[in-house]
């Protein structure tokens, strides 16, 4: 009975072990906390300063978060966050949740389309410290990649730049979605 009963509590401290939070200022003065969930929901969520915790996403079990970025993913002098899931691999499926200071509170960075896309998400995104966009690359056996860029439109979208494939020693570029080689939509005037 001993044995049961410390197993069980081994358990249930083994399963609340992977719940972690990631403190960090999105800017001087405002603190953000993120916080994963532990298996198998994996709920992740927010809190702005002394706010309430924003619910953001349920990642479900799949694969554990292993990866936690802060950048200014779109260049508006606040620093957003990046997840991101490994599975112990190399290839790092991430979810980038942009800081909106209108709404003091997250979105998420949706992709334009993870069904068509080579990557099938963002995967390994890489960010430009100079202005709004990112790139992403992915690999799909020894000599499979797939290669993406983005912007970052203020609208909190991305647009797709540029889409290929590599086989070996040749690149395909692919078509991909948004309207004019990812150009952002106008923004209206106030």
């Known amino acids: 009975m001993k044995g049961i009963l410390i197993g069980a509590v081994l358990a249930a401290l083994g399963h609340h072990a992977c719940a972690r939070d990631y403190p ?5 003065g405002l603190p ?3 916080s994963v969930g532990d298996m198998p929901e994996q709920r992740l969520g927010a809190r702005v300063g002394d706010g309430a915790e924003q619910a953001l996403a349920d990642l479900g079990d799949d694969e554990a978060v292993d990866q936690f970025q802060a950048v200014d993913v779109d260049r508006d ?6 997840i991101g899931q490994s599975g112990g691999g190399t290839q790092v499926h991430a979810r980038i949740f942009l800081y909106r200071p209108q709404e003091r509170a997250f979105r998420e960075l949706p992709h334009p389309d993870s069904a ?3 990557c099938r998400g963002y995967v390994n995104p890489v960010f430009d410290e100079t202005r709004p966009a990112f790139a992403v690359a992915c690999r799909y056996g020894a000599a499979e ?3 993406e860029e983005y912007t970052v439109c ?3 979208t991305a647009r797709a730049t540029s889409w290929s494939r590599q086989s070996g020693d040749s690149i395909k570029r692919l ?3 948004g309207p004019k080689a990812g150009a952002c939509r106008a923004q209206p005037k106030r």
Not at 24 to 28: C, L, M, Q
Not at 77 to 82: L, Q
């Open 145 to 147: 990649y797939g290669f």
């Open 24 to 28: 960090y200022a999105i800017a001087p």
């Open 154 to 156: 203020p609208d909190g």
């Open 77 to 82: 002098g606040y620093r957003d966050f990046v």
């Open 116 to 118: 068509s896309s080579p």
């Open 175 to 177: 078509r991909h979605p």
């Open 32 to 34: 953000a906390v993120v």
